[in-house]
């Protein structure tokens, strides 16, 4: 009497386990699931916000270079340079954004602007995540 009872409660016991099983397995393809779509969103992320640092470096390097050689050059010709730089750069400014400014020993030029990140989003229209403000400050002697 007792062993028919002892192999039902066996067979249940089985079964048990093996439901636990496939749970457990069922869990780690979510896992998997939740972990790929979090590492895609960071990759995605990178992708199209590196480029704004590269830029903002890029062009930090290219003012100090600039006021490195000024002596000889106007300030028409800087600008000219610089709005080149962030043309080739694909930096969101313009013109009235680019401050220089001459002293009697020394020259400092500013740009301020914005990069905004977005994804695609329906009908073609893009939904803003983030604005990176961006401030170059560079200042050198003459």
Excluded: C
């Amino acid at each position: 009497m007792i062993a028919p009872m002892l192999k039902n409660l066996n067979s249940l016991n089985t079964a048990w386990n093996g439901f636990s099983v496939a749970r457990q397995h069922g869990m780690s393809r979510l896992t998997l699931l939740v972990f790929s779509a979090i590492a895609g969103t960071v990759i995605y992320s990178a992708y199209n916000i590196v480029p704004f640092f590269y830029s903002y470096f890029e062009m930090h390097n290219q003012m100090l270079s600039i006021i490195g050689k000024a002596d000889g050059l106007k300030d028409a010709e800087i600008r000219k340079r610089l709005m080149g730089f962030i043309k080739e750069l694909d930096i969101p400014a313009d013109s009235k954004q680019l401050k220089i400014e001459r002293r009697s020993q020394n020259m400092r030029i500013q740009l301020n602007y914005e990069e905004v990140f977005s994804i695609p989003w329906r009908n073609d229209q893009e939904l803003e995540i983030y604005t990176f403000p961006f401030s170059i400050d560079v200042e050198g002697a003459l």
